[in-house]
């Protein structure tokens, strides 16, 4: 029987090398220059074309990667696999080259590109990124997380600004657990001491006879027949309501302008209590508390209390490169 006739060996090309052969390496358009030495590859499969030079200048990993001797042969043109994904990886290479970048979708997103910024050393995006954080849509949804980067990167004054913006929340919730269990604990106690400190103080200042002479004064009697002790039990009925508001939402929402809206202190049973509460004497019957004076006084104590986290501990990141 006759040998079979001998087939030709094919050599299977590297999958970079093979993909050109069959169709175009999925270059991103941005960064598709011949030109570039480096190639990234997102986990996406998207290559980005970078000159040298660029991520040297930009990136501290970069510069010390790319000041290493070159392997026998020279560098070659495989790419490097990031294990980000495009809208990761695209931002953060648009700004390392002076590119514009698109509006932030969420602020999980910002989140993971200053993270892999600050793992590639990369000073300059950080500080493009920084104003960003501070959005207002940030800080509406999601004042936690803002405060959380802001700590981490110590940015006192984003810190800060985060930090007035968490009073209207109950951090006790159970929801916002994980979201302060991600910080250190330095910077956890210092956003609920803020929240404590601010019912602490309150408390201070509606028991004070020189803030509230009708409602704390030992004894204090009807302005009117001056004859007859008030009987406070109301006024200390609204106080305790009042600090139970502040257990729930440090910022006190209920007490301010919107006071008269549904669930503000305009509408609560101890509210109307307290201002229908009067003098028990026969033929006076004044009213114990003037309610605008009182109402415009704890609007006053309220706005008084401290608003932003004290800062003392943090250190702002100087160099990470």
Partial sequence: MAAPAPQETKLKAPAHEQHTLDAPLPYHSAFADSDAEIVLASSEGTLYRVHAYT??????????????????????????????PDKVLEPLLCLMCGLPTPPWNSLDDLSAVLTLAQNWGALGPIALLRPALTAHRFLAANPIHVYAL?????????AQFASTHTLSLDLLDPKHADSLGCMPAVATIAL???????????????????????????????????????ENRSWRALKHRILKELDTSAAGDGLGPGMWKEGGMGTWKEARECWAAVCVKSGC?????????????IRACVEGLPAVVEVDWLEEERNMD
């Fill in 285 to 297: 019957g004044a009213a114990n508390y003037d309610r605008p004076a009182t109402v415009k006084q």
């Fill in 150 to 158: 802001a700590t981490h990167f110590g940015w006192r004054a984003e």
């Fill in 55 to 84: 991520l040297r200048t930009t990136s501290g990993i970069f510069k010390t990667l790319l000041s290493l001797p070159p392997p026998p042969g020279g560098h070659g043109v495989e790419p490097i696999p990031i294990d980000e």
């Fill in 192 to 230: 609920l001491r803020l929240h404590r400190t601010r019912r602490d103080a309150l408390s201070a200042l509606l028991n004070s006879p020189e803030r509230f002479l009708a409602g704390n004064g030992q004894p204090f009697y009807c302005s009117a027949c001056a004859i007859t002790p008030l």
